[in-house]
Antibody
Framework: QLQLQESGPGLVKPSETLSLTCSVS??????????WGWIRQPPGKGLEWIGSIYYSGSTYYTPSLKSRVTISVDMSKNQVSLRMNSVTAADTAVYYC???????????WGQGTLVTVSS | EIFLTQSPGTLSLSPGERATLSCRAS???????LAWYQQKPGQAPRLLIY???RRATAIPDRFSGSGSGTDFTLTISRLEPEDFAVYHC?????????FGPGTKVDIK
């Protein structure tokens, strides 16, 4: 069974760059069956899809964040990364990484990491 | 972009009762690629249903999904104490993928 674990700074200053890493265990990030996604959830609100990536590097992003977001994979470390630049308080959220079978449903999720944007 | 609305916003029921949750899409969900997730406070979402009606691994059969096109339903046949949570629907048939705002099922 896949296990995912997010890590990164819990506090980021406005206008700076948010950087998170998702470590995957129990399977290879270069699996033909899986995409790897990032989803976020502002406090007390619903889920928002950020984007997904295949090990080959193919990426898909939600249009509202596309200009600020980069998702990448590091196969040597079995990790997926998220970078979001020019953050504001509106980017404060719990950020989840999740495995996405064949770009379909998200079947395994990390525990999530809270990122607060504040000076 | 497909917008998902969920109703009701909150459902207050007692253990043993039947819960019926609705998810409506602004456009047809391609291939009925609609999933349901359960989320408890402080936890990540957990996949319950995918493909509108297929139960995920180890999900009890009191959970069932139905519907097609733009209207989908999650039914919990008899609520157990551990079922009180927030339920999210998610369409993955068209990019960008989207989630509904959630329905909270709380104890009456």
């Amino acid at each position: 069974q896949l296990q995912l674990q997010e890590s990164g700074p819990g506090l980021v200053k406005p206008s700076e760059t948010l950087s998170l890493t998702c470590s995957v265990s129990g399977g290879s990030i270069s699996s033909n069956d899986y995409y790897w996604g990032w989803i976020r959830q502002p406090p007390g609100k619903g889920l928002e899809w950020i984007g997904s990536i295949y090990y080959s590097g193919s990426t898909y992003y939600t249009p509202s964040l596309k200009s600020r977001v980069t998702i990448s994979v590091d196969m040597s470390k079995n990790q997926v990364s998220l970078r979001m630049n020019s953050v504001t308080a509106a980017d404060t959220a719990v950020y989840y990484c999740a495995s996405q079978r064949l770009l379909h449903q998200y079947d395994f999720w990390g525990q999530g990491t809270l990122v607060t944007v504040s000076s | 972009e497909i917008f998902l609305t969920q109703s009701p916003g909150t459902l207050s029921l007692s253990p043993g009762e039947r819960a019926t949750l609705s998810c409506r899409a602004s456009q047809t969900v391609v291939s009925d690629y609609l999933a349901w997730y359960q989320q408890k406070p402080g936890q990540a979402p957990r996949l319950l249903i995918y493909g509108a009606s297929r139960r995920a691994t180890a999900i009890p059969d009191r959970f069932s999904g139905s519907g097609s096109g733009t209207d989908f339903t999650l039914t919990i046949s008899r609520l157990e104490p551990e079922d009180f949570a927030v339920y999210h629907c998610h369409q993955y048939g068209s990019l960008p993928f989207t989630f509904g705002p959630g329905t909270k099922v709380d104890i009456k």
